[in-house]
Every structure is written in C-alpha cells, then in structure tokens.
C-alpha cells in the first residue's frame, strides 16, 4: 500500500480560508462588474515562540503549508515531534508547538536567503545539506501518460480560473491527480503539498510533481527532499534548477502545454509512444 495510516498526527486547528472574495471592478467600456479577486494575507510562523517567518498565502490549507515549510527547510525532521500548528487569523499568526525543543535553532536561522519564488520565499543555510544522500527511485514514464496527466490537469485550477494571480501545483501517480493546491506562490503550493503527504503518510515513491510555475533550484531541492523523482511544468526552468536536478537526479520536464514539452534532464526514461503529428 502507497497511502498507510499515520501512527501519529499532531493537533491541528482547521483554520482553512475561502480562497477568494467578489470586488467591484470596471470594464474597458467603464462599465461596473463584480469579478473574484484571489485573496492574500501574511501569516507568521512562530516556533516555540520563535518567529520564523512570515508567508504571504491565500490561507486555504495553513496547517498543511506550514508543516511542509517545517519539513522542506529541514528544520523539523520527525512528525512526532510536533505537538500542534495552531493558526489565528486575528492576529495572522501560527504557533507551532514542539514536544522537545529543536537544537540550535538559532545557528539554524541566521543565514537566510531570499529566493526567486513568488512572493520571495524564504530558504534557510542548511536546506541544500543531505542532498548527496538522497536516493530516488526512478520509473519510465510515457509520452502518452504525461498527454493523459495535462489533460486531466485542465479541470483543476479552479482558482486561476476564477481570479488569477495564483500558482497551482499537483501531486500524480500517472495521470491521476492525488492532491492539487493553489496558493499565491509556487512555493507555497509545494510545502502544502508536502505537509499533507507528511500527515497521511504518503511516499514520494513512483509520483510525479506538477507546477505551474517554473523549475528553480528551490523547486528541485523541496521535490528531491519529498523523495519524487520526477518534475513536471508548463513553465521555464533556471541554470541552478538544471545543475540540481542532474545532480539530485530529477527528471525534469517543462514547457509542457498541449502536446508539447521539453525534457531537460532523465530523457532515457521517457518511451516515446505518441508522437504528435508533424505539420506539414
């Protein structure tokens, strides 16, 4: 079985927001209309009464986003560790309380960097540290399935749909999707993402991770550390993202829209069995 019941689950509040709200707006013939605009708030992360961080977030999974930001800056390791998240939205604001205090949380957050994710994200010294031990299991994936799997991605993006100005990323196992999220970064997205996988236990193993946005380092580290394999976008990729994926060994496909992609790193796997059509 991929998917077993957690042994253990810290408390969690269930602080979910709507993701968007209605505005008054007017048209290019000035005529008044209500429209979805996304929502955003900052919330804060305080770690045994440590601020850590403040995250600008559409607030739909906070629990889930802040667990898997925990997770993916590698500051908390084990779940059982945790004792609760609990999110106020009165005062935006998490407090996250652990059952034994983490060592040198201090050293651990001095050295920060602010990174190219929407929203600027925030990367802690010590994320890029275990990278040479992380072993992945790769699989051959389809030219068909991965057709099949952004086909099937059409029917989400409920809130880019709606409002724009948001990400949406995917966790698959072919082309079926297991969780989808939106959030106003990338980034966001992803550690939603990871916090769920963490609380239901859910292997990496044979998944495929889709974005919306484009293939940054940070991207690749987060997916590497969630133990997926492969990396999937309908956006560009940087240098770092590409010298980290081989090095990782991500495969790593983007510019994928339609019938068309690009495979930038793990072309071997791929077994090209639907060939569009050329134009003549």
Same mark, same amino acid.
């Given at each position: 079985?991929?998917?077993?019941?957690?042994?253990?689950?810290?408390?969690?509040?269930?602080?979910?927001?709507?993701?968007?709200?209605?505005?008054?707006?007017?048209?290019?013939?000035?005529?008044?209309?209500?429209?979805?605009?996304?929502?955003?708030?900052? =919330?804060?992360?305080? #770690?045994?009464?440590?601020?850590? +961080?403040?995250?600008?977030?559409?607030?739909? %999974?906070?629990? $889930? /986003?802040?667990?898997?930001?925990?997770?993916?800056?590698?500051?908390?390791?084990?779940?059982?560790?945790?004792?609760?998240?609990?999110?106020?939205?009165?005062?935006?604001?998490?407090?996250?309380?652990?059952?034994?205090?983490?060592?040198?949380?201090?050293?651990?957050?001095?050295?920060?960097?602010?990174?190219?994710?929407?929203?600027?994200?925030?990367?802690?010294?010590?994320?890029?540290?275990?990278?040479?031990?992380?072993?992945?299991?790769?699989?051959?994936?389809?030219?068909?399935?991965?057709?099949? =799997?952004?086909?099937? #991605?059409?029917?989400?993006?409920? +809130?880019?749909?709606?409002?724009?100005?948001? %990400?949406?990323? $995917? /966790?698959?196992?072919?082309?079926?999707?297991?969780?989808?999220?939106?959030?106003?970064?990338?980034?966001?997205?992803?550690?939603?993402?990871?916090?769920?996988?963490?609380?239901?236990?859910?292997?990496?193993?044979?998944?495929?991770?889709?974005?919306?946005?484009?293939?940054?380092?940070?991207?690749?580290?987060?997916?590497?550390?969630?133990?997926?394999?492969?990396?999937?976008?309908?956006?560009?990729?940087?240098?770092?993202?590409?010298?980290?994926?081989?090095?990782?060994?991500?495969?790593?496909?983007?510019?994928?829209?339609?019938?068309?992609?690009?495979?930038?790193?793990?072309?071997?796997?791929?077994?090209?069995?639907?060939?569009?059509?050329?134009?003549?």
């Amino acid at each position: 079985m991929d998917k077993k019941k957690s042994f253990y689950r810290p408390e969690l509040t269930q602080s979910g927001l709507a993701p968007t709200c209605t505005v008054i707006a007017y048209d290019e013939y000035g005529k008044q209309r209500e429209t979805q605009i996304a929502g955003e708030l900052p =919330l804060t992360i305080y #770690l045994d009464r440590k601020e850590i +961080v403040t995250l600008m977030t559409l607030g739909g %999974h906070p629990e $889930a /986003l802040v667990l898997g930001f925990l997770k993916n800056q590698r500051l908390i390791n084990r779940i059982e560790d945790i004792k609760s998240i609990q999110v106020d939205w009165e005062t935006n604001a998490v407090a996250v309380t652990t059952n034994n205090p983490i060592e040198n949380i201090e050293q651990r957050l001095e050295k920060r960097t602010v990174t190219t994710g929407c929203g600027q994200g925030t990367v802690f010294g010590d994320i890029m540290a275990g990278l040479d031990e992380i072993k992945l299991e790769h699989f051959p994936i389809k030219q068909s399935m991965i057709y099949a =799997l952004l086909y099937n #991605l059409r029917e989400y993006n409920d +809130v880019y749909k709606s409002a724009g100005a948001v %990400h949406g990323c $995917a /966790l698959c196992q072919d082309e079926r999707i297991i969780n989808f999220v939106e959030d106003v970064g990338r980034h966001n997205a992803v550690d939603s993402i990871a916090g769920k996988m963490w609380l239901d236990n859910v292997s990496g193993c044979n998944k495929i991770f889709y974005t919306t946005g484009r293939l940054t380092s940070e991207m690749v580290i987060k997916i590497a550390q969630m133990g997926i394999s492969v990396l999937l976008s309908r956006s560009g990729i940087t240098q770092m993202g590409l010298d980290l994926a081989q090095k990782t060994g991500v495969t790593m496909i983007a510019r994928a829209k339609g019938k068309h992609f690009l495979v930038f790193n793990g072309q071997k796997l791929i077994e090209y069995d639907a060939p569009p059509t050329r134009r003549p």
